[in-house]
Antibody, heavy 117, light 110 residues
Framework: QVHLVESGGGVVQPGGSLRLSCAAS????????MHWVRQAPGKGLEWVGF????????DYADSVKGRFTISRDNSKNMLYLQMNSLRVEDTAMYHC??????????WGQGNLVTVSS | QSALTQPPSASGSPGQSVTISCTGT?????????VSWYQQHPGKAPKLIIY???KRPSGVPDRFSGSKSGNTASLTVSGLQAEDEADYYC??????????FGTGTEVTVL
């Protein structure tokens, strides 16, 4: 049974940094690409970015490009999202999700990031 | 990348059918057969219900079906049940490892 658990969220001031983690279990983590998807309070879903199964390539939404970095440690079954230069509009629940056939078949429950002064 | 357009709300009585549209462009919905649909209950993580336009993951009831014509994809929920009341989001691959979601549709079972 696939299990994804995010952690590391909290309250941060505009311009600050935060790193989210996603612990994966129940599948061969190193075989799958992984994504981050966010949802602002009361709003819709927004794709944030993607990392290849082997960590050799990432892609990002224009809204976070140059500020966010996705990485992974396949030896620890861990996915990360480093968020720098945070803005108020980055306030959201952040979900990690497992890639399969250009969709996401497993999601974590999410971790809330609040950017506020 | 602009969000795909979905109606804000849809409703139907138990046993009826409801269809949700998802309109994009040639650069996303119309250009790839990689449209997926997600069901999200309040306070819960999204759940994959349709992928590759028409395919259902194991365990998803066959009451859920997907289709596409041109730049518009659609999700149909047949035989509405109370537990189908949720928010539904479409998503399309948009090339260059980018993805775009729909604006979301709130389905109410009357």
């Amino acid at each position: 049974q696939v299990h994804l658990v995010e952690s590391g969220g909290g309250v941060v001031q505009p311009g600050g940094s935060l790193r989210l983690s996603c612990a994966a279990s129940g599948f061969i983590f190193s075989n799958y690409g992984m994504h981050w998807v966010r949802q602002a309070p009361g709003k819709g879903l927004e794709w944030v970015g993607f990392i290849w199964h082997d960590g050799r390539h990432e892609d990002y939404a224009d809204s976070v490009k140059g500020r966010f970095t996705i990485s992974r440690d396949n030896s620890k079954n861990m996915l990360y999202l480093q968020m720098n230069s945070l803005r108020v509009e980055d306030t959201a629940m952040y979900h990690c999700a497992k890639d399969v056939n250009w969709s996401w078949d497993s999601w974590g429950q999410g971790n809330l990031v609040t950017v506020s002064s | 990348q602009s969000a795909l357009t979905q109606p804000p709300s849809a409703s139907g009585s138990p046993g009826q059918s409801v269809t949700i549209s998802c309109t994009g462009t040639n650069g996303d919905v119309g250009g790839y057969n990689y449209v997926s649909w997600y069901q999200q209950h309040p306070g819960k993580a999204p759940k994959l219900i349709i992928y590759d336009v028409t395919k259902r993951p194991s365990g998803v009831p066959d009451r859920f079906s997907g289709s596409k014509s041109g730049n518009t994809a659609s999700l149909t929920v047949s035989g509405l049940q109370a537990e189908d009341e949720a928010d539904y989001y479409c998503c399309s691959y948009a090339g260059y490892n980018n993805y775009v979601f729909g604006t979301g549709t709130e389905v109410t079972v009357l």
